[in-house]
């Protein structure tokens, strides 16, 4: 069984930097790529980052060039660097890593982008 925790969400002025963790537990390996997602109420759950493999990433338009998704493979742990926040970025931000048997989400952090 594999648990996530997400933690580093707030509060933060528009243009300010968060720094999101996702911990994982259980049994989790490199080779299946992990990544964050965000949802606003009364919208769907949107993908933002991936990392996989080789630490190769991808991200979505909207976060590109400000998000830097990043993992620590020794510490099972999963991070989001967030810069330039905009208050769009406003959202719970999910961590998900999916294996071959089976799929998991964390329990959500909130970021609050507003001044």
């Known amino acids: 069984q594999v648990q996530l925790v997400e933690s580093g969400g707030g509060l933060v002025q528009p243009g300010g930097s968060l720094r999101l963790s996702c911990a994982a537990s259980?049994?989790?390996?490199?080779?299946?790529?992990m990544s964050w997602y965000r949802q606003v109420p009364g919208k769907q759950r949107e993908w933002v980052a991936t990392?996989?493999?080789?630490?190769?990433?991808s991200y979505a338009d909207s976060v590109k060039g400000r998000f830097s998704i990043s993992r620590d493979n020794a510490k099972n742990t999963m991070y989001l660097q967030m810069d330039s926040l905009k208050p769009e970025d406003t959202a719970v931000y999910y961590c998900?890593?999916?294996?071959?048997?089976?799929?998991?989400w964390g329990q959500g952090t909130q970021v609050t982008v507003s001044s």
């Open positions: 998900y890593y999916q294996n071959r048997l089976s799929f998991y």
């Open positions: 259980g049994s989790i390996f490199s080779i299946y790529p």
């Open positions: 990392v996989r493999s080789g630490d190769s990433t």
